[in-house]
């Protein structure tokens, strides 16, 4: 083997001497990517790929040498011609010498004037840089450091309430060196671009991540743009990067606010191996850890300026090194972490002390950070920054958790609640407490489990009581267990199932969209008997109550029926309404339930104009030709001291159920009386002219004359709002 001995890091182990001429030397090198005193990273940022060599001798590219990866991570072994000239590795660059741009016999100044769209230095993951040189006097396997080819961009919000909504940075070199120069140089040829993004209804807010990759230029006029919102106040902030973009650099956008103010800084640091840079890498940040108690769960960078702390709840006692008459300033904050300052003297040597102590942190939240700075006379001389790892169970869907593990909906919900994605190791079960119902269920799905939320027909519990269960995370043993509460409020409305449609047993009244105004499966004064019977003899308040309200498509207020002392009325009534054909039919139904469609009520129909006939009882087919039985019903009615006419009750019968269909007549327009007093038009949803139509008469008038149709109708006309039950994934007992 030759001799090989490193520029930019010591570190070869003396092994063979020079092979025989002919032969090919063969040699090891140990990547480190990032800067000079990093240690290898896996992350996408420090990845290193695939590695050439190219050997230059006095002054002209000899040869390419490709590497080959060994099982070691980072080690690489190269073949070359000789031991003499120096090397130029280049990480990550198949698409770049594919392109046939480095050839043999090309000088060393043609190969730093290699230019490349911003695209191409990052095509391969991003493109790295090394050198070594060879001679006879070193052999072994030597440590090379190399340095990206860009500069990243970060956005970082440190402060809760301060939210980025867009940003824009104007003014970049589209193109630049591939390889360093010396100082940092502007390609002749690059151009000015821009980038933006539009977080949408996501802003960014207390969190950090990447933008975007930077070649290097100097004289640049880059500018960056954010329009940001604090309590309702926005902003629009900008601020100039540096003038000079360096290779292998961390340019950190900042955005904070206090109160309604805001600010936009910018700071340039070292870009460490494999991501994020988390301190600004100010001199003087520096924790102690030997002075510091610090436990096995929280990490220290090897620059002790960075503590990376568990989701897990924990404490410890750090000591920052500091100039005499230091101020510690912390900075940000960060739910159910506590940070305490104070100063204190070490012998003769001025340090500061914080304790920290955190509970756990939530399913669903972000890696956030702290600052600890070092103040001297106002002038910043150090930054310590404390990064809160987000909760490793990954949370998808309305599932949110407040500061004490709780998820209250405060409202009834129900089918897919969320997703969760469990970390290695971790299982997951749900309890209920006190007899509580199993009303939610853990569904696997791949690598998640979803989260649903369950219904029970015609639940006497469900009054409108807090439902509660609890998710529980634990090891396999039930070891290290994350307690997690969902409530719900619980309702429900009185149903029958009919074919395969749960039809609501009331029609609706009040807020169409409220459970409280609603018949609820707790109060329905016919539980236990026949709801025909029921309606055909209790008195006429009574007969009213559940009859409900009419309704106008899109409003979801209900239109009471009164009388003006002449004649009766709907009160509320507008000259027009919403169409409840096209409207979204959950819009007009509480929680849970929609508007009929058109399918629903043909199951009661032998066809789209069937005549039921009139009083008494008789079965006949629908149009599925499935057996059907109808018992109708008539009774007088008075209500609000006037005489209503005849209503009709129709009783259908499947499957040894029961379901009743009656209301109060529709309001063709806004004039008092015009009310046809049989005749109840049906809200149903899925066709934009037609509804269906019980078109009743009294016995007296039309003997044998009870049409079930599917006709035309405008949206003038107030309907019957009688809801069905949407169907839900899980039922439970």
Partial sequence: MAAVAAVLLPGCRREDPQPASGETLTFGVRFLSGYADAVPDSSADAAVGAVSACRFEEGTLREILPGAASSEPGLYTFGAARAAGELRFVANGAELLASGTLQTGMTLDEFLDVVLPVGQLTADGLLMEGRLALDAETVGICDVALRRSVARVDLWTPDRGVRVHALTLRGMADRGYAFGRGMAETAPEAAATEFSRDYGEHPLENGREALLYLCE?????????????????????????????????????RVQGLGTSASLT???????????????????????????????????????????IPHTPGECRLVLRAEAGSELVVGGRVDRVSVVPTTLTRGLEPVAEVAIRTQLRMPGTVTEYMTLDLLRDGVATGRVVLCFAANPVRLEGSLRFDDDGVCDYGRYVEGELGRLTLPAGRTLRLEFDGGESSWMKLVSDGDAWRLLGGWRPNDPTATGRVQEGTIVISDADGGHAERYVVRRRNWGLPVVRIGDTWWCKYNLRGDATRFEDQITAADDPAAAGELADYLASCDDAELLRLLGDQYQGGKTQGLPLRHNGEAFYYEGMASSGGNFGTLDPASMAPEGYRVPGYDDYAFLAGSENFNLGGVGERTYANMSGEKLTVRILERRATFLGHDYGPVALYEFRYGGEAWVLCGLGHQWNTAPGNISGMMLLLATWGSGSKTWVMEGYAQAAKPGQNWLKYVANNTTKTRTLRCVKTPVEYEYE
Avoid: F
């Fill in 266 to 308: 910018v700071t340039a640091g070292e870009w460490e191996a494999g991501g994020t840079a988390d301190s600004e890498l100010r001199p003087g940040a520096v924790i102690d850890a030997a002075a510091s108690e610090i436990p096995a769960d929280m990490r220290l960078n090897a620059a002790c300026d960075t503590l990376y």
């Fill in 217 to 253: 230029q100097s004289d640049a006029r880059i500018e960056a743009e954010v329009l940001v919102e604090i309590d309702g106040v926005w902003h629009r902030l900008r601020a100039q990067l540096p003038a000079t973009i360096g290779r292998n650099r961390l340019y950190t956008l």
